[in-house]
């Protein structure tokens, strides 16, 4: 069985959405991000850069623990053979589009999301910031639409590059995107939505969603306010 450290964004949905896919059995382990889970020793173990998601693989004789979504999404296709590409040449493409997502769409897309979710209870004028990462965004996707005018997904096939890349897309409206302009993304977008894996993923712990919702004070220093003195002070917690 596979334990999943988990909060409900865009970089869980990753692992439930391959999780779900490749039927594979898995425990979901709640990390509160707005409480500080990600600071606890225990979990610093598996994941020191104070991060979700992380996964164990009980099921060996000596459990394995990954974190980073990227590593995790390889991992799995590796255990499952599935998702990972049908040869040597697709499978070059699929890393190509995994690493783009890690490097390119999701921290990119995940500043726009600060600037439009959370920099607002911040005070200072944040519209140089909002308007670099909505502006990289749309590069991104335009990055994108071009690629998939000529392969249905990503890498050719459906792959872990799709898996990783397609949450990062659900928030176009929030982040004020019109997906019609970039066709092929939205045909790729509609067509990965409607795929029942992908569904019971994204409503894995729905109910403990909390983007758009009032934050308070205390979890928005939790979650922007880190240096590295954060874990340095857990690891000193831990050696009490
Ligand atoms: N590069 C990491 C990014 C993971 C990440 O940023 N996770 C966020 C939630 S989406 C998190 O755990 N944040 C905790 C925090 O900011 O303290 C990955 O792909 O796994």
Redesign the pocket.
């Given at each position: 069985m596979i334990d999943l450290y988990y909060?409900p964004?865009?970089?869980?949905w990753k692992i439930t959405i391959m999780l779900e896919e490749c039927s594979m059995p898995y425990k979901v382990i709640p990390v509160n991000?707005g409480k500080g889970d990600?600071f606890k020793p225990d979990f610093l173990k598996i994941s020191p850069n104070?991060?979700?998601?992380v996964i164990v693989d009980n099921s060996l004789s000596d459990p394995i623990s990954v974190?980073?979504?990227?590593a995790i999404l390889m991992y799995l296709a590796e255990k499952s053979g599935r998702f990972f590409g049908e040869d040597e040449r697709e499978r070059v493409r699929v890393l190509e589009w995994l690493f783009w997502q890690?490097g390119g769409l999701?921290p990119m897309a995940?500043q726009v999301s600060h600037f439009v979710n959370y920099a607002p209870n911040f005070p200072g004028d944040h519209s140089y910031s909002e308007k670099r990462y909505k502006n990289e965004y749309d590069r991104l996707l335009g990055v994108m639409n071009n690629v998939l005018e000529s392969r249905e997904y990503l890498a050719g096939n459906y792959s872990i590059a799709d898996m990783a890349s397609f949450p990062w897309v659900t928030a176009y409206k929030r982040y004020e995107v019109d997906l019609d302009s970039f066709s092929n993304v939205r045909r790729w977008f509609d067509d990965i939505k409607n795929r029942p894996a992908v569904r019971r993923g994204i409503d894995v712990g729905k109910e403990a969603r909390s983007f758009g919702k009032k934050q308070t004070k205390e979890s928005l220093d939790m979650?922007f306010n880190?240096t590295s003195s954060s874990i340095k002070k857990s690891a000193e917690e831990q050696k009490e």
């Amino acid at each position: 069985m596979i334990d999943l450290y988990y909060a409900p964004t865009p970089n869980g949905w990753k692992i439930t959405i391959m999780l779900e896919e490749c039927s594979m059995p898995y425990k979901v382990i709640p990390v509160n991000l707005g409480k500080g889970d990600q600071f606890k020793p225990d979990f610093l173990k598996i994941s020191p850069n104070n991060r979700m998601p992380v996964i164990v693989d009980n099921s060996l004789s000596d459990p394995i623990s990954v974190f980073e979504s990227g590593a995790i999404l390889m991992y799995l296709a590796e255990k499952s053979g599935r998702f990972f590409g049908e040869d040597e040449r697709e499978r070059v493409r699929v890393l190509e589009w995994l690493f783009w997502q890690i490097g390119g769409l999701g921290p990119m897309a995940g500043q726009v999301s600060h600037f439009v979710n959370y920099a607002p209870n911040f005070p200072g004028d944040h519209s140089y910031s909002e308007k670099r990462y909505k502006n990289e965004y749309d590069r991104l996707l335009g990055v994108m639409n071009n690629v998939l005018e000529s392969r249905e997904y990503l890498a050719g096939n459906y792959s872990i590059a799709d898996m990783a890349s397609f949450p990062w897309v659900t928030a176009y409206k929030r982040y004020e995107v019109d997906l019609d302009s970039f066709s092929n993304v939205r045909r790729w977008f509609d067509d990965i939505k409607n795929r029942p894996a992908v569904r019971r993923g994204i409503d894995v712990g729905k109910e403990a969603r909390s983007f758009g919702k009032k934050q308070t004070k205390e979890s928005l220093d939790m979650m922007f306010n880190q240096t590295s003195s954060s874990i340095k002070k857990s690891a000193e917690e831990q050696k009490e």
